[in-house]
């Protein structure tokens, strides 16, 4: 069995007297994308962060690639390639795709013996233009400022940008929020790519229709503890609001990868 990319043990956080993630372990196994359900104060973002690093965890035991890790930054969870694409994107409206795509590490061209340095905005466009195409993605125009593009297409932006930079677990917090049914689509597709090309995702989303959708598995989350995990094949919309709101409650919850159809296979 393929080992898992991410592994969960025994994880807790609490914030003074509040206990946001009770002792939750789970896995993540490469190329599959994998929807993480719950109401508001589940403690879904809370789990998230831990793993990417803006939170340290109380108890338990994170392993990424098979090795323990403690981030103590979200810059060393990049770095080891945990990618977390957050609902307001963290892109600069103002400039443009390629400057976003290499924002905070950009090229630069060196001059005088290295004394003077300038960026180097046609090798930025020009690797932006080849990481949209690695996902099918074309602008028009990859000049224009971000601001001037939609939603969808900001999503598309900030996707490549983890790609480019060989992003190993993309962590997506509620992608197709605010945004059109067409819009919605292309980003759901674009979550297809990934996982088709061995990026395995975590759809954190509240919108069931995209679970049924893209996942091939799910874990539901209640009060700060895991209460189910489900094959999108073997539930439905009712069950999973069951869980979601506290009704059911699977006290002892096997791996129930087993009995999935793989993590290349598309449930919809």
């Not at 443009?96 to 960026?119: C, P, Q, W, Y």
């Not at 932006?157 to 067409?182: C, F, H, Q, S």
């Not at 759901?188 to 395995?200: A, E, H, K, N, Y």
Request: hydrophobic residues 40%; glycine residues 8%; contains cysteine.
């Amino acid at each position: 069995m393929t080992e898992p990319i991410l592994s969960i043990r025994g994880l807790t956080k609490r914030f003074g007297g509040l206990v946001a993630v009770n002792d939750v372990s789970w896995d993540v196994y490469p190329g599959e994308v994998v929807a993480l359900l719950g109401d508001n104060g589940a403690g879904k973002s809370t789990l998230i962060k831990c793993v990417s690093g803006v939170h340290p965890a109380d108890e338990g035991e994170i392993f990424f690639e098979g090795r323990p890790s403690h981030f103590l930054r979200p810059i060393d969870a990049r770095r080891q390639g945990i990618e977390t694409i957050y609902q307001d994107l963290a892109l600069a409206n103002n400039l443009d795709v390629g400057a976003n795509i290499f924002l905070g590490r950009e090229m630069k061209n060196s001059h005088l013996g290295g004394l003077v340095k300038t960026l180097n905005d046609a090798r930025m466009l020009e690797e932006s233009q080849s990481a949209l195409a690695s996902l099918e993605i074309h602008f028009p125009s990859l000049t224009q400022p971000i601001e001037s593009l939609s939603g969808g297409q900001r999503q598309a932006v900030a996707i490549a940008r983890a790609v480019y930079w060989d992003a190993k677990l993309m962590i997506m917090d509620e992608p197709t929020n605010n945004l059109g049914v067409p819009e919605q689509k292309k980003v759901l597709d674009l979550i297809r790519r990934l996982r088709d090309q061995g990026v395995p995702v975590i759809l954190i989303t509240h919108i069931l229709p995209d679970v049924f959708a893209v996942s091939d598995r799910l874990m539901v989350m209640h009060r700060g503890r895991k209460v189910t995990e489900k094959i999108p094949s073997q539930t439905s919309t009712e069950e999973l609001v069951q869980y979601m709101v506290g009704a059911r409650d699977d006290t002892s919850v096997g791996n129930v990868r087993e009995n999935s159809l793989g993590p290349s296979a598309d449930p919809s």
